[in-house]
């Protein structure tokens, strides 16, 4: 970071002071999401955001070994105590709190002391990953779908609601709750789809619009602070687990992807939709839904990172543990979405189920652009879509229709992601080393845990 950038990032935070002390901004939370998934933050005092905007807060890169427990692995290129980075806000997306009054958020991008991007920054490596797609023309857009469970104070966990899955009777419930909910997500300007009550005891979800893969990472951590706020303001608790009881449906943190290319008339064009192929993929469009495809055993090691992700990963529970993709299959990992007749120019874009909330979003995110873009450039051909829960066929009928199962405990995630060169290479090997020394540090956390263990132990983490 030159001088003169940082100079124009301090007169960018002091051209919001004023604005932000009117609306009773007294501290600015500086969050951003470790390696484990956990998001970890640092505040500053009002008066202190030009210098964090121009020099950065230091924070140890530590962190980047940490776990869900926030016991330290060893790492070869982290977790040592040596060593300061800085956190730089992006005012770009500066929001005041509207459920933690006196506040004020941004994410940060991780520096070195020397102002070069962090290695192991994620939100940093994704930025990096979307510019090299716009140099091809390309863009990707994304968004997080949230799910929850709310439960009562305590450690156990006891649903907040009682009534049906998607159940009127639960909007009924948390009428108060979700209300304060829509309205502080409203005004901070995160544009909302849907609410509604999910299928799991205590279960809710949020949608939001879709936007460039870096805003739609700080959204997915935005909705979730503030889903987080509200919940504790009513007296309850948000769980964010993969799953928050060792039995029943878990908690998805499924990403919705399309690819747009810029046209020559500027206008961009969706790849999902309006081509030749199945379901009116686009040729490119479709090798991006296949790169997806042959990386997802790698990439279940970011998506799906924790023990407790592979407690939800199990078939015939809408986790998609299958990799494969099919239209509208809440059983295919891949979910091919096209919308309603007259709006799939737009609207088309493939649902990615199998991931969960543990992931570092920027992370996840970083990992299905390299892999769909690898499936561009490589123009990977798609295989034949699923349109059937492929749990519901036998063993031999599975192998026969060439469907494979995904990773199913996290070691086996960790070996496909070292064995993926495409996901390797676009971490780096700084972090690639980390990723998988970390999880290796959970599965070690975890070693002969009862699923109750597990869940328990991460169930209010995330
Ligand atoms: N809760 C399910 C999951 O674990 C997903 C339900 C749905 O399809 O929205 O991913
Ligand atoms: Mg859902």
Redesign the pocket.
Known sequence: MELHERDERRAAAEAVLDDLAAAGVVGVVLPWVDTSGITRMKSVPLAQLPSAAQWGVGMSPVFDGFLVDDSIVAGTHAGSAVGDLRLHPDLSRLTVLAAQEGWAWAPVDRYTQDGVPHVQCSRSLLRRLVDELAADGLSVRAAF?V?WALGEPGEDFVPALSGPAYGLTRQIEVSDYARDLLAALAAQGVAVHQFHP???AG?L?VSVAAEDPVGAADTALLVRATITAVSIAHGLRASFSPKVTADG????G?VHLSLWRSSPDGRPENLMGGGSGTFGLTPDGGAFVAGLLQHLPGLLAVGCPSVASYL?LVPS????TYAVWGLEN?EAAVRFVTGPSGHRQEAANVEV?CV?AAANPYLLLAGLLAAGSAGVQAGTALPDPVGIDPATLSEAGRRDAGITELPSSLGEAVAAFERDEVLTAAFGPELSTTIAEVRRGEVALFDGASPEDVTAAVRWRY
Do not use: I, M, T
């Open positions: 779908e799910e999910e299928y799991a279960q979800e449906v878990g908690n998805g499924h939800r529970h809408w986790a998609g809440r189920k969960d």
